[in-house]
T-cell receptor, first 116, second 113 residues
Framework: GAGVSQSPSNKVTEKGKDVELRCDPI?????LYWYRQSLGQGLEFLIYFQGNSAPDKSGLPSDRFSAERTGGSVSTLTIQRTQQEDSAVYLC??????????????FGPGTRLTVL | QKEVEQNSGPLSVPEGAIASLNCTYSDRGSQSFFWYRQYSGKSPELIMSIYSNGDKEDGRFTAQLNKASQYVSLLIRDSQPSDSATYLC?????????????FGTGTRLTIIP
């Protein structure tokens, strides 16, 4: 079946502009995650949605970052007043949302954000 | 101390040999461990997951977990050039409901034909 999809695949923006990144999870997956990967760095957790529960926002680096998930499916990550240090690949993942720790996350292709 | 540590490499292994990738983690209560493969410019792809002490084999891949030593490894037998990639170790935290993955910075593996 279809995997996680993300759009756009590439985004170039000017410093100070707002950007929106979109993620479509695998159908039937109730959990959705956002990570980012900067050049030469590991993946950094940003935010986690599970069903109708309040999201875990503990990884968001500043209040310029926000995310929402409408209807328990599609998610949008918004970065306001972008800075050059926001340049990275933003990866979305989804999982079934099973409890017990054995829930596998599947990643989308990512959005490469470049802030000039 | 980083939460998840990996040797960044690069690790070069001759084709047909065994590649051994190592990872240590700091949260003693961690329960779930994952190895992802990431080709250059691509997103991470799950290779193995392991939850119990010991070995878990899947084809040419074997994951090994030692919770007492807080150590997890991935062995790749009969290495192929297509195995050349960055391998990411990921650990899920011990807190109930904490589903986020903490990743190491990855080990870059090159298989030499």
């Amino acid at each position: 079946g279809a995997g996680v999809s993300q759009s756009p695949s590439n985004k170039v923006t000017e410093k100070g502009k707002d950007v929106e990144l979109r993620c479509d999870p695998i159908s039937g997956h109730t959990a959705l995650y956002w990570y980012r990967q900067s050049l030469g760095q590991g993946l950094e957790f940003l935010i986690y949605f599970q069903g109708n529960s309040a999201p875990d926002k503990s990884g968001l680096p500043s209040d310029r970052f926000s995310a929402e998930r409408t209807g328990g499916s599609v998610s949008t990550l918004t970065i306001q007043r972008t800075q050059q240090e926001d340049s990275a690949v933003y990866l979305c993942a989804s999982s079934l949302g099973a409890s017990g720790g054995q829930d596998t996350q599947y990643f989308g292709p990512g959005t490469r954000l470049t802030v000039l | 101390q980083k939460e998840v540590e990996q040797n960044s490499g690069p690790l070069s292994v001759p084709e047909g040999a065994i590649a051994s990738l190592n990872c240590t983690y700091s949260d003693r209560g961690s329960q779930s461990f994952f190895w992802y493969r990431q080709y250059s410019g691509k997103s991470p792809e799950l290779i193995m997951s392991i939850y119990s002490n010991g070995d878990k084999e899947d084809g040419r891949f074997t994951a090994q977990l030692n919770k007492a030593s807080q150590y997890v490894s991935l062995l790749i037998r009969d290495s192929q050039p297509s195995d050349s990639a960055t391998y990411l170790c990921a650990v899920k935290g011990s807190n109930f409901g904490n589903e986020k993955l903490t990743f190491g910075t990855g080990t870059r593996l090159t298989i030499i034909p």
